[in-house]
Structure formats: structure tokens, C-alpha cells
């Protein structure tokens, strides 16, 4: 059993900050990739950045200079910390990991939490 919880969402101004933050729990040996997706009603759920296990980052394009994602290794957690936040930024955001649950026997599982609200409106 590995779980994904989500904090840090809610109501903000245009052009205001939130953190996001993501901790994994459960029987995990490593975690690989980390990474926030976001859906808004009636669009598909897109992937807004991803951090690997060794550092590299990616980030979407209508995110990019204003996101930045980071880890913590030792917390089991990534973060997502969201500045000059537009109204188009409005969606549930999900953390998702690529999960290594055991070695012996190998399991690899592709995990995602709840989601959390992020509100961006005046």
C-alpha cells in the first residue's frame, strides 16, 4: 500500500504564491520520477512538471519561470512552489510518483494522490 497525499491548495489572487506540497507513504524502497499534473473542468489532465530522481526538471510551457518543483529525498516529498498565479492556473492538481514498492520480489507502481484545489480568482 504506497499513498499520495496533496496539501497546500486553495483560494489565491492573481499574481499571488501557494506551495504545493506531496508526501509519500507506505511501503516504498525508492521513488523515481515525482511530478504535478493539473485538470481543470472539462480539459484533460496535463502534466504541468516532473522532477526525476536525479534532479532533472521539466516544466510545461504556461508554467515555465513562474513553477518550480523541487524533492526531499529524505521526507519522501516533493514540492511544487507556484508564483504569479494567472486564472487559467485554476484546476485540481494531482502529485504522481513512479513508485519502487520492493526489490525482492520486483514491484513498480504508478501512484497518484487525491488532488488538491487550487483556486486563482479575485
Known amino acids: 500500500q504506497v499513498q499520495l497525499v496533496e496539501s497546500g491548495g486553495g483560494l489565491v489572487q492573481p499574481g499571488g504564491s501557494l506551495r504545493l506540497s506531496c508526501v509519500a507513504s507506505g511501503t516504498i524502497f525508492a521513488i523515481n520520477a515525482m511530478g504535478w499534473y493539473r485538470q481543470a473542468p472539462g480539459k484533460e489532465r496535463e502534466l504541468v512538471a516532473v522532477v526525476t530522481s536525479s534532479g532533472t526538471t521539466n516544466y510545461a510551457d504556461s508554467v515555465k519561470g513562474r513553477f518550480t518543483i523541487s524533492r526531499d529525498n529524505a521526507k519522501s516529498t516533493v514540492y511544487l512552489q507556484m508564483n504569479s498565479l494567472k486564472p487559467e492556473d485554476t484546476a485540481v492538481y494531482y502529485c504522481?510518483?513512479?513508485?519502487?514498492?520492493?526489490?525482492?520480489?520486483?514491484?513498480?507502481?504508478?501512484?497518484w494522490g487525491r488532488g488538491t484545489l487550487v483556486t486563482v480568482s479575485s
Open positions: 504522481n510518483a513512479g513508485v519502487i514498492a520492493s526489490l525482492s520480489p520486483f514491484r513498480s507502481l504508478e501512484v
